[in-house]
């Protein structure tokens, strides 16, 4: 997975460089009513990576993996995402994606076809579940920082 993890640690070199250009007022700024605000999002993101570092870690000692969902909204409020520092949110996501590239290219390929069920999902390869984990960090990147030129 060796690809993957490079275009995670890519993807995270280039946004952790302009997620550090947003100012406190800007990541704390109102998007609307019942969204989060980039604090808030980029706090999602930490939690995702949290969650993904167990599934990822265990997934290979377990076939069929069997793991629970987790409430997404319950875990951004109790980290008190909104009312941290940005650039302490900024430096923790950066360091956890860096951690967790390390991981993705440490899973043996005979792991990556073991079925996983999150929650209440249908099962799902090890693969699978690790690419998804990009396009789920791109899909909220996107909600915070604007399109490039």
Same mark, same amino acid.
Request: proline share 6%; net charge neutral.
């Given at each position: 997975?060796?690809?993957?993890? #490079? =275009? *995670? @640690?890519? #993807? +995270? =070199?280039? %946004?952790?460089?302009?997620? @550090?250009?947003?100012? =406190? ?9 019942? $969204?989060?605000?980039? $604090? ?20 290979? *000692? ?25 650039? #302490? ?11 967790? %590239? !390390?991981?993705? =290219?440490? +899973? ?6 073991? @079925? !996983?069920?999150?929650?209440?999902? #249908? ?13 789920? *960090? ?12």
């Amino acid at each position: 997975m060796q690809p993957l993890a #490079e =275009e *995670l @640690r890519s #993807e +995270v =070199e280039a %946004a952790q460089l302009r997620l @550090r250009a947003i100012d =406190e007022g800007a990541a704390s700024a109102d998007r609307g009513a019942g $969204k989060w605000v980039a $604090k808030e999002i980029l706090g999602h993101l930490i939690d995702s990576a949290a969650n993904n570092h167990q599934r990822f870690v265990r997934a290979p *000692l377990a076939d069929p993996f069997v793991w629970p969902g987790y409430a997404q909204n319950g875990w951004v409020a109790a980290h008190g995402y909104r009312d941290r520092r940005w650039a #302490e949110l900024v430096d923790l996501w950066t360091a956890l994606n860096r951690h967790l %590239a !390390c991981v993705i =290219e440490s +899973v043996p390929a005979s792991a990556l076809p073991i @079925r !996983c069920r999150i929650g209440d999902d #249908e099962p799902v390869t090890l693969e699978w579940l690790m690419r998804d984990y990009l396009r789920h *960090l791109r899909h909220h990147l996107a909600q915070i920082l604007p399109p490039r030129a």
